[in-house]
């Protein structure tokens, strides 16, 4: 009687800690998303980019109290900074309309965050809010470009209706 009120207390126990750290788990590599982050807001959507059958990230999608929308990537495989600062620079590009300084600054800031490449599991996080793109590399802040315009494409890369990949709500 003993042991099972032992093992019925640590799983209740387990489960409020499950409960107060919460997290989601995006089905097709297994990362856990936290459901708030203090940089990006709440937890919306989940997806997979992948390339052909390939998994290049899990992409967290979160909103902040301004419905400011922010990006989590985890990394599910390892790509060079110039492919991967090449993959986002390009998926941008057709959604931004006159503004290629702002594209040109982004890469930049890309490839200098990103100095040894992204390795598998890295977390980049892209926040849209106050009118600039910031990116984060493993929760360290890289840099922002003030550009609303840029911020809006690219949010679109994953919420238009031509996004790399489809997200899908919590």
Do not use: W
Not at 30 to 47: H, I, R, V
Not at 52 to 70: L, R, S, W
Request: proline share 4%; charged share 20%.
């Amino acid at each position: 009687l003993v042991s099972m009120i032992f093992h019925k207390s640590i799983f209740i126990l387990l489960s409020v800690v499950v409960a107060l750290v919460g997290g989601v788990v995006e089905k097709g590599t297994g990362f856990d998303f936290p459901t708030k982050n203090p940089k990006l807001g709440k937890l919306s959507s989940l997806g997979l980019r992948k390339k052909g059958p390939i998994k290049v990230y899990a992409v967290g999608m979160y909103e902040d109290a301004f419905k400011h929308k922010g990006f989590m990537l985890k990394m599910a495989m390892g790509v060079s900074a110039q492919k991967m600062t090449n993959a986002l620079v390009d998926a941008v590009k057709p959604r931004l309309k006159n503004d290629s300084s702002a594209l040109e600054k982004f890469s930049d800031l890309m490839l200098k965050g990103l100095p040894d490449g992204c390795s598998k599991n890295m977390c980049l996080l892209f926040g849209t809010s106050g009118g600039k793109l910031s990116l984060f590399v493993n929760e360290k802040l890289v840099g922002s470009v003030s550009s609303k315009a840029l911020t809006k494409a690219f949010a679109d890369i994953y919420c238009d209706n031509n996004a790399v990949c489809k997200l899908v709500p919590i």
